[in-house]
Structure formats: structure tokens, C-alpha cells
């Protein structure tokens, strides 16, 4: 069984900075592209960032510049710091992972993490 858990999440004023982190665990054979998407209330999931097993990335127009995605693969985990937040960064952050079981080859969630920017 495969598990992805977020941390990170909270309060924080415009113009403040925070750091998610995701750890993948379980019967994992292999991690290729991880990523963070985000929802905001009354909106679509959107992509945020998203970084491959080689470590290229890439962000979606309205965070870039300001968010930087990482991820370490001997710890199986991905990161997001977030700079320069403004209200509009307010959703809830998944993290999802592109990954290799002994059984099946798809992409596992997090169950989110509330990020909300405001003063």
C-alpha cells in the first residue's frame, strides 16, 4: 500500500513564505514525476508545479518566479517552498506522485494541505 502525506500547511501573511513537504512510502519500486496541484474554494485543481525523476520542472504562470519545487529521492519526498504568497495562493495543496508498485503503475494522492494567505 502506497501512502503520500503532506505537511507544511497554515496560516500565513501576504508577502510571507512557507514549505511544503511530501513523503511517499509504502511498496515503491519507483517515483517518476512528482507535483503539487492546488485547489482553491469554487475552482478546478490546477497544476502548480511539477518536477520529473531527472529533475526538470515546471510551474504554472502564476506561481512562477515565486514557487520552487525540489524533491529528494533517496527520502522519497517532494517540496514546494512558496515566496511572495498572496491571497489568491489561498487553496488546499495535493501532492501527487507518478509511481511503480509490483502491481500497477499510476498516480497516487496526498489528502491535502490547507494553505491559506491572509492579514
Known amino acids: 500500500q502506497v501512502q503520500l502525506v503532506e505537511s507544511g500547511g497554515g496560516l500565513v501573511q501576504p508577502g510571507g513564505s512557507l514549505r511544503l513537504s511530501c513523503a511517499a512510502s509504502?511498496?515503491?519500486?519507483?517515483?517518476?514525476?512528482m507535483a503539487w496541484y492546488r485547489q482553491a474554494p469554487g475552482k478546478q485543481r490546477e497544476l502548480a508545479a511539477i518536477?520529473?525523476?531527472?529533475?526538470?520542472?515546471d510551474y504554472a504562470d502564476s506561481v512562477k518566479g515565486r514557487f520552487t519545487i525540489s524533491r529528494d529521492n533517496a527520502k522519497n519526498t517532494v517540496y514546494l517552498q512558496m515566496n511572495s504568497l498572496k491571497p489568491e495562493d489561498t487553496a488546499v495543496y495535493f501532492c501527487?506522485?507518478?509511481?511503480?508498485?509490483?502491481?500497477?503503475?499510476?498516480?497516487?494522492w496526498g489528502q491535502g494541505t490547507q494553505v491559506t494567505v491572509s492579514s
Open positions: 509504502g511498496s515503491i519500486l519507483a517515483i517518476y514525476s
Open positions: 501527487a506522485a507518478d509511481l511503480l508498485t509490483r502491481i500497477y503503475r499510476g498516480m497516487y
Open positions: 518536477i520529473t525523476s531527472s529533475g526538470s520542472t
